[in-house]
């Protein structure tokens, strides 16, 4: 079969995988199903499905502009009677992931800026551009990544399907927004949010920019009393579907046969890290009385879109979720660069 052949074949797969994922009412089911079929096809035929930055931005874009219609005003109750255990899991999420980087550095043989840099929750493109400026293994720090974020939509999916998703997603119907607008101002306000926050974002070289910007645009316009967050129907699912094909295109076959002397270890740092995130997860909710959904996607460690798609679906609290969340990227997008250039120079 020809090359493009093979393509169009395994995109069309990942498209039914996503179907399916939707139909079995898993949580983000489209991001799921998409992300598994496109990572067999790029280990086992090492065919890989195109999805191209600009797709890649639109749908960052469409999901955090979904996600405005969350941020209800008792969101804002709820985060204020909350705000300062938040910040302390913002912190301790980027301490579990450093802690685990170091033990991972010292029995895998692999340098600290690398292991830091690929188990580091804070955005896995900025995290494999800041380790080329960095003079890092970017190969490593970008299966690190991959490997990491793959672990973690797998065991969030699996959380939020035990947990019992609610009939019905979070995201708003267009008669649920202020106003109860006509669907077209309704869907034309949302997609002007995801346009102007999109570029902002990519424009600020923001972390997930094309996610974050739209969010940070319609969360105050939201909390103003203008529509935010309602999409036709089709356009979310395409647009996780986009982010889950992103994801499993990322790993290679031969890259995963070359690096096998730390993919085993990888795996097992990420795996750590959830770990240590569930028992952040819990504390938090046995000394804050939080409900334990609500803080295992709050702490869960990234990527902060894939994680708020699946916990979109659930009944976890999202005005929590989304503050620890982008608490946490911003951190990471804050400090990342400075402290790893000081090991860099020391070293």
């Not at 301490?95 to 170091?102: E, K, N, S, Y």
Request: aromatic content about 6%.
């Amino acid at each position: 079969m020809a090359k493009d052949s093979r393509v169009w074949a395994v995109t069309g797969a990942t498209l039914l995988g996503a179907v399916l994922g939707e139909w079995s009412h898993v949580p983000a089911g489209a991001l799921l199903g998409g992300m598994l079929v496109s990572l067999v096809a790029a280990l086992s035929l090492s065919v890989h499905v195109p999805v191209p930055r600009p797709l890649l931005l639109a749908a960052q874009a469409v999901l955090g502009a979904a996600l405005c219609s969350s941020f209800k005003p008792s969101a804002w109750s709820a985060l204020a009677d909350n705000w300062l255990v938040a910040l302390v899991n913002v912190v301790g999420v980027v301490a579990i992931g450093q802690a685990v980087a170091l033990v991972f550095a010292r029995l895998g043989g692999v340098d600290v800026r690398t292991a830091t840099l690929g188990l580091m929750p804070g955005g896995a493109s900025a995290m494999v551009a800041l380790s080329e400026e960095l003079g890092a293994d970017s190969r490593l720090v970008t299966l690190f990544q991959y490997l990491r974020l793959g672990v973690v939509i797998v065991v969030a999916a699996a959380v939020g399907r035990w947990s019992g998703n609610v009939p019905d997603t979070q995201v708003a119907t267009v008669a649920a927004l202020p106003g109860s607008p006509a669907p077209l101002v309704a869907w034309g306000t949302t997609a002007l949010v995801a346009l102007l926050g999109g570029a902002a974002g990519t424009w600020l070289k923001l972390p997930a920019g094309g996610f974050l910007g739209p969010l940070l645009l319609g969360i105050p316009l939201t909390a103003l009393g203008i529509p935010v967050g309602a999409w036709p129907p089709g356009v979310l699912p395409v647009s996780l579907w986009a982010l889950g094909a992103r994801v499993g295109s990322h790993f290679d076959e031969a890259a995963v046969h070359e690096l096998k002397r730390v993919a085993l270890g990888a795996l097992g740092a990420a795996l750590a890290m959830v770990g240590g995130c569930l028992l952040l997860a819990w504390l938090w909710s046995f000394v804050g009385g939080v409900d334990l959904l609500t803080t295992y996607f709050a702490t869960s460690p990234g990527g902060a879109d894939s994680v708020l798609a699946i916990a979109l679906e659930t009944r976890a609290s999202l005005s929590l979720v989304l503050a620890v969340q982008v608490g946490r990227l911003l951190l990471i997008f804050l400090v990342a660069p400075f402290f790893m250039r000081r090991l860099a120079a020391r070293r």
